[in-house]
């Protein structure tokens, strides 16, 4: 299993960029999928998710500002951070997730993470 992040990079305050996260060697439409970042000095911290009925939720900070999609042709996940400000910047992961029938637990496996940058 394999995810890979990626379209990280430095963006002027109010820009925007869409991260991806294309998934390999898993039955990607049955997963949860998640964002995280991680500031430098901070908790890693839950930003956005999806389910696998495409159900999204984000953390308060984000919302109105990020969207969160996925194409399950595709097997990615994309985040679109518009406006964004320097508070963003940090190291996003994304993570898929399968609870697993019959009480198994839950497996997760999880992308390297793509540096965000917001600076003028």
């Known amino acids: 299993v394999q995810l890979q992040a990626s379209g990280g990079g430095l963006v002027q305050p109010g820009g925007s960029l869409r991260l991806s996260c294309a998934a390999s060697?898993?039955?990607?439409?049955?997963?949860?999928l998640f964002w995280y970042r991680q500031a430098p000095g901070k908790q890693r911290e839950l930003v956005a998710s999806?389910?696998?009925?495409?159900?999204?939720t984000y953390t308060d900070s984000v919302k109105g500002r990020f969207t969160l999609s996925r194409d399950n042709d595709q097997n990615t996940v994309y985040l679109q951070m518009n406006s964004l400000n320097p508070e963003d910047t940090a190291v996003y992961y994304c993570?898929?997730?399968?609870?697993?029938?019959?009480?198994?637990?839950?497996?997760?496996?999880w992308g390297q993470g793509t540096q965000v940058t917001v600076s003028s």
């Open positions: 060697g898993l039955d990607f439409s049955r997963y949860d």
């Open positions: 999806i389910t696998s009925g495409s159900s999204t």
């Open positions: 993570k898929a997730e399968r609870t697993l029938p019959y009480n198994k637990g839950v497996i997760d496996y």
